[in-house]
T-cell receptor, first 123, second 107 residues
């Protein structure tokens, strides 16, 4: 079955760290760019970060630059998001998403989404 | 960074109505524009890519148009299952921003 399954969310205190994981299955993981998109409950979608098929290119939203690091392990069909210095504004449902294509270079879109993992930052 | 602005933020309509949602980019994105539909408690679903290409399996009552900075999503005859929130997203350059969403509600 083609799917993405996120894990690693939970309740964390402000200033602490959390690492999200995404397990991919049912497709050739190392052929595609992968991204994280978040959504505050009841609010809109925010792109967080993306990584190319071979880790050669990455991108980050301004609000996470210097705090979050995206990575992937193609041997394990897994995507990660290391989140440091968390604040209450980072409280959201974090979706792992697959992009069409390897990274840029043409028309692409998010064509597969996980169900999300909830991160709550609170003391 | 490219800002994406959708209008309206919310919209009330009836089954059978024709609806138009607009999305404006803060700079030229050619036609690197995608539209998604999201229902409560669910992940977004791709409707339209490259501004006007219908994703496989999406009903033909959905259509997209535009290029440059101004884009529209049209739903020709609303069905009950179309009441949801719609987002545009630019795939032109990082950061790959979304519009703030348009919530389509039943009148």
């Amino acid at each position: 079955e083609v799917q993405l399954v996120e894990s690693g969310g939970g309740l964390v205190q402000p200033g602490r760290s959390l690492r999200l994981s995404c397990a991919a299955s049912g497709f050739t993981f190392d052929d595609y760019a992968m991204h994280w998109v978040r959504q505050v409950p009841g609010k809109g979608l925010e792109w967080v970060s993306g990584i190319s098929w071979n880790t050669g290119s990455t991108g980050y939203a301004d609000f996470v630059k210097g705090r979050f690091t995206i990575s992937r392990d193609n041997a394990k069909n897994s995507l990660y998001l290391q989140m440091n210095s968390l604040t209450a504004d980072d409280t959201a449902l974090y979706y792992c998403t697959k992009a069409l294509g390897r990274w840029g270079g043409g028309y692409w879109y998010f064509d597969l989404w996980g169900r999300g993992t909830l991160v709550t930052v609170s003391s | 960074d490219i800002q994406m602005t959708q209008s309206p933020s919310s919209l009330s309509a009836s089954v059978g109505d024709r609806v138009t949602i607009t999305c404006r980019a803060s700079q030229n994105i050619n036609n690197y524009l995608n539209w998604y539909q999201q229902k409560p408690g669910k992940a977004p679903k791709l409707l339209i890519y490259a501004a006007s290409s219908l994703q496989s399996g999406v009903p033909s009552r959905f259509s997209g148009s535009g290029s440059g900075t101004d884009f529209t999503l049209n739903i020709s005859s609303l069905q009950p299952e179309d009441f949801a929130t719609y987002y545009c997203q630019q795939s032109y350059s990082t950061p790959y921003s979304f519009g703030q969403g348009t919530k389509l509600e039943i009148k």
